[in-house]
């Protein structure tokens, strides 16, 4: 059997203190070479992973933002893959004065770049959540 595709977490996986090593970049272009897709997966918003690891060309696509958006460096298309959350759910946040964090998939705002629309999805990354390991 073949390997065609390989998926790997970001954080505490193949990067440690926001740092990709450089081996480890090595290898997936050696795995890309060979014909594999590769994967970067993360609970990253994507601004934030691109601030981090760069140019994210080095992988053929990026599910970000636990899993609510996908983003192909290539083509620079970025496509929501998860349902708003309830507008009055963010709002009892914001009220409770809870630190959260919101990426371009779960941004009600119109100025959203890179293929996704307005309103289109949302995700969250949750400091509170982040403070007990549940999410990036």
Do not use: W
Request: hydrophobic share 45%; glycine share 10%; proline share 4%.
């Amino acid at each position: 059997m073949k390997l065609s595709v390989l998926a790997l977490d970001y954080d505490g996986t193949v990067a440690h203190a926001d740092a990709l090593d450089p081996s480890v970049r090595a290898a997936i272009a050696a795995a890309r070479t060979q014909g594999i897709v590769v994967l970067l997966v993360t609970g990253r918003i994507l601004d934030e992973l691109r601030r981090v690891a760069g140019d994210l060309h080095f992988v053929d696509g990026v599910v970000a933002e636990n899993g609510a958006a996908i983003h192909f460096p290539t083509s620079g298309r970025t496509s929501a893959l998860a349902p708003l959350l309830p507008e009055a759910f963010l709002a009892e946040l914001r009220r409770g004065a809870i630190p959260f964090a919101a990426g371009p998939a779960s941004s009600r705002d119109t100025s959203l770049n890179g293929g996704i629309r307005s309103g289109q999805s949302r995700s969250c990354a949750f400091a509170g959540l982040e403070q007990q390991g549940q999410c990036r």
